[in-house]
């Protein structure tokens, strides 16, 4: 019995000593609502700064994204005239290395981006000194291919028919 009895002591003296020991390290109810609180004043603060900086920000986001539009147009108006050049673009290649990756060969370059490109330069032209124009560098094609071209993409060629002549332009 008195085996049991220093047993039932030493039990409760640990239990209590456990349950000092826990409470010691409990954190209050209040003390994580002030804890909170304070994450959230301070996310609040981040927030506001964010969006001010979001604000001054915006106007150079934009001006950013006009210019790669304007890069794209140029990249692709530059591959168009340098497919359209050819030996011409091959010799400004030899003098300035920065025009080699746009070269692609005449060939390679569908028959209505070579128009947009001579189109681009004058405003209209008739059907025959466009084929002949096209001819001169290195696309020779027939007149019914240029019609159907211009058929083909409307939103970006029209055709005027004057007398007997036919005339392309771009469309405006």
């Not at 209505?112 to 096209?134: D, F, G, K």
């Amino acid at each position: 019995m008195q085996t049991e009895s220093r047993n039932t002591e030493a039990r409760k003296t640990l239990d209590n000593l456990t349950s000092t020991l826990h409470t010691v390290d409990m954190i209050r109810v209040s003390d994580i609502q002030e804890a909170l609180k304070q994450q959230a004043a301070s996310d609040m603060n981040r927030l506001d700064a964010i969006d001010a900086e979001q604000r001054e920000l915006r106007e150079q986001y934009l001006r950013f994204r006009d210019l790669d539009d304007e890069k794209k147009l140029k990249n692709s108006r530059l591959q168009r005239t340098a497919s359209v050049l050819g030996d011409i673009y091959e010799d400004m290649v030899t003098k300035d290395k920065k025009f080699r990756p746009y070269a692609i060969a005449v060939s390679e370059v569908a028959l209505w981006e070579a128009m947009l490109a001579i189109l681009e330069h004058v405003p209209e032209m008739q059907l025959h000194e466009l084929q002949h124009t096209l001819a001169e560098l290195g696309k020779k094609v027939s007149r019914q291919a240029i019609e159907s071209a211009v058929t083909t993409h409307r939103d970006k060629f029209e055709s005027k028919p004057r007398g007997r002549d036919k005339f392309v332009s771009l469309k405006r």
